[in-house]
């Protein structure tokens, strides 16, 4: 039998403490100390999964503001921007999509870009001042502001010369001359930007809003990065045979009105299948001139990302006339489904369904019905349609929508002078509906976790002439059958989207008159872990990052009931400092 001496344990001890040393350092070498978000939504699917761990459910209670910035210019629909950060340097938009930079780990500023008076001139008869951010690539910071893409040096700020005219590119108006050559300010035919760009090797993609402006339909743009010169484009309305889709979409619109359609948000990109995804919005104009379902409008629609070829489309709702359009961007992940790996694509609408599909043939996973709707007493003219689809679950139940589509909690004044319908019951006077106006979805992107294989879903429930203020319904489900799986209820708008990290939590804020909270609940089980007091309504999506081995957490705060008063203010949180 082998006897240890004292000595001898004393020295393997030394020897294995050093050995754990080293390996503790080389670990600490391989964590980088650094780590961007170069992209509205994190990555090209729009999953906003970080990998990111040192705030975690047990330590997130300690989560305190770091720094705040203010730009100044509150005249918008609220702050809606993403913060954007690369090598130590935040990027955020005002209202207008003038850009900050600045030093992310203190919030002092490093350069600004107005853009006001470079939107240009022309009627803007319902503009509406709103941005959502801008995207990064090659040193490059890339903004759409008004009808206009902007390139900015990353470092100083300053206009990139060959991208269009000193940094500036009309990409709108110049795919519109294509066909109205006399139009001489996309403003002015209501096409206008809210949404950060999506990079993908070189080129730029985005689209246009405004359905309520009355445009013959929004447009998809593939941007050539360098030049800002337009490579291909296509109309989520087709007008005539001279827009790809037409021998589709053209019987679908009976009457003479083409009109709506715009984008509202980000495009999704998958480079092994060369596609592009991207969410389509609401038809515009009187009911009685677009008999039929109105295709490509409340739509996600999947695009060739060389050459712009539509490949499929998946319609949301029929002939809308409830404002049910597909606000928020598509979201990519992957999942085994009986043994089967499933490229999917999902995207939640106003409509307040979410829809999960097979992103190589546009295919639903999960059953989706046609169900019969009401048509009954329509009004003078409308043609509404006679059924909507209606997404099931893998075991063929009723999907769980992701706002209430029953008017809950309608104070008695209103049920009094009004009379409560089901969803999809045509538009008429004096009657509740829900979801409202408002979504639904509106807006908010999705999260993914591959860790928990749970999708994070955003809405809100506010149901037409209601008489009520908004609800925030946070849910988590199971893509793989459609299964709820925990919900939170709050005050306020759900209108801003969601981060979930590596460390275990889901990060998303509330909008509401009083005050905007900013939340940090467990991803698995929905756990309210951490929440903070922004001060006004948080209608942004966050971003997190690491800086010199700190992790960080963004949002923009400022808004308040629907986002009708704007604000100005970034908060940047982080763990308290090791003394």
Known sequence: MRTWHGAAIAAVCIAGALWVGAAQGLLAQAKPRSVDWALHNLDLGGTRFSPLDQITRSNVKSLVPRWLFQHGVIDGVSNQTTPIIVDGTMYVTDSRGSVYAVDAGDGHLLWSYDVTAKLGGGAREGYVFRNRGVTYAEGVIYAAGGSFIFALDAKTGKPIPGFGKDGQASVILDVLNQRYDDVKSAIAMGYWFTTAPQYYKGVLYIGSTRSESHIPGGHVLAVDAKTGKVIWHFNTIPQDAKDQGWDVAGPTWVGGERNGGGIWETAAIDPELGMLYMAVGNPFGDSTKR?????????????????????????????????????????????????????????????????????????????????????DNPGAGQAPWPTQPIPFTASGKPMEPVCP??????????????????????????????????????????????????????????????????????????????????RKIYEGFGQAGSVVTAGGLVFVGTGSNLAGYFFALDAKTGEELWKFNTGSGVFSSPSTYMLNGEQFVAVASGGGERGRRGGDLILSFALPRRQ
């Open 405 to 486: 589509v029953v008017p809950l909690d309608i104070p008695l004044a209103q049920l009094e002078k009004n009379t409560v319908v089901p969803i999809f019951t045509p538009m008429r006077p004096n009657q509740i509906i829900a979801p409202g106006t408002g979504g639904g979805t509106n807006y908010s992107p999705l999260s993914y976790s591959p860790q928990t294989g749970l999708l994070y879903v955003n809405a809100i429930d506010q149901p037409y002439n209601s008489g009520r203020g908004a609800k925030m319904y946070f849910s988590a489900y199971d893509p793989t059958t459609g299964e709820l799986k925990w």
């Open 291 to 375: 008999a039929g379902t109105n295709l490509f409008t409340n739509s996600i629609i999947a695009l060739t990302l060389d050459t712009g070829t539509l490949k499929w489309y998946f319609q949301q709702t029929h002939h809308d006339v409830w404002d049910y359009d597909s606000g928020a961007p598509p979201i990519l992940f992957e999942m085994q489904v009986n043994g089967r790996r499933v490229k999917a694509v999902a995207e939640a609408s106003k409509n307040g369904f979410l829809y999960i599909l097979d992103r190589e043939t546009g295919k639903p996973v999960h059953p989706v019905k046609e169900m019969p709707v009401p048509t």
